[in-house]
């Protein structure tokens, strides 16, 4: 899963928790990646719980992908909406790949 990830998210894979300034959306995905098995994984439900209560587009599109993951695309679909984006066509390790890209790349975010 971490192999097609920017290097400056895979360095940060080694600590034990995402880095606190991380924003909710960024910090689920980190949980996602140390603990892929999917849902009910302990890095699945923990990446629920981070975007579950977060209002905006970023938490809704990652809250999409682990409807996707789980295998819920009823569920996926409303949180796409909400994010205001199409559902995906790809894998799901692709779109993994381009959320962590795409919140990474906003500059907004110190890594480490």
Do not use: C, K
Request: hydrophobic share 45%; charged share 20%; proline share 10%.
């Amino acid at each position: 899963m971490t192999e097609n990830l920017p290097a400056a998210f895979t360095a940060t894979l080694a600590a034990t928790a995402p880095p606190a300034n991380w924003p909710a959306p960024l910090a689920a995905l980190w949980w996602l990646a140390r603990n892929p098995s999917g849902p009910s994984s302990t890095g699945w439900e923990q990446a629920h719980a981070l975007v579950q209560a977060e209002p905006d587009r970023d938490a809704a599109w990652v809250h999409a992908h682990l409807h996707r993951i789980e295998g819920d695309p009823g569920n996926a679909r409303y949180w796409y909406g909400r994010a205001g984006r199409e559902e995906p066509r790809g894998t799901v390790a692709d779109e993994y790949a381009t959320l962590v890209s795409a919140l990474l790349d906003r500059g907004e975010i110190p890594v480490l």
